[in-house]
Nanobody, 119 residues
Framework: QVQLVESGGGLVQAGGSLRLSCAASGRTFSSYRMGWFRQAPGKEREFVAG????????YYADSVKGRFTISRDNAKNTVYLQMNSLEAEDTAVYYC????????????WGQGTQVTVSS
C-alpha cells in the first residue's frame, strides 16, 4: 500500500512556474513507477509525465515536453513536477499516482492539487 499526498498547486499567471510535490508513505518507494496526471473541467484525465523507480526512465506527454520536468528523490519518498512556461491550457487538477512493478496500471492515487493559470 502506498499513500500519496500532493502539494504545491495554486494560481499563477501565464508564463509563470510552479513546482508540485507528491509525498509517499511506505519503505519501498523506489520500487514504484510514479506518474503525474491531470484533469481539466469537462475533460478526461490525461497522462502528463512518468518516471521509473530509479529515475532512469522518464516520459512526457507531447503537450508538456520541454516545459515540465519530472524528478524524484527516493531518500525523501517524494516525486516532483516542475512546471515552467505555464499556459491557460495547463489549468487542471493534478494527480500523483504510483504503480508497482507487478501491476500494469497506476493503482494508487493522491487527492489532487489544483493548478490554475490565468491568461
Amino acid at each position: 500500500q502506498v499513500q500519496l499526498v500532493e502539494s504545491g498547486g495554486g494560481l499563477v499567471q501565464a508564463g509563470g512556474s510552479l513546482r508540485l510535490s507528491c509525498a509517499a508513505s511506505g519503505r519501498t518507494f523506489s520500487s514504484y513507477r510514479m506518474g503525474w496526471f491531470r484533469q481539466a473541467p469537462g475533460k478526461e484525465r490525461e497522462f502528463v509525465a512518468g518516471i521509473s523507480g530509479s529515475g532512469g526512465s522518464i516520459y512526457y506527454a507531447d503537450s508538456v515536453k520541454g516545459r515540465f520536468t519530472i524528478s524524484r528523490d527516493n531518500a525523501k519518498n517524494t516525486v516532483y513536477l516542475q512546471m515552467n512556461s505555464l499556459e491557460a491550457e495547463d489549468t487542471a487538477v493534478y494527480y500523483c499516482a504510483a504503480r508497482s512493478s507487478i501491476e500494469n496500471r497506476y493503482a494508487y492515487w493522491g487527492q489532487g492539487t489544483q493548478v490554475t493559470v490565468s491568461s
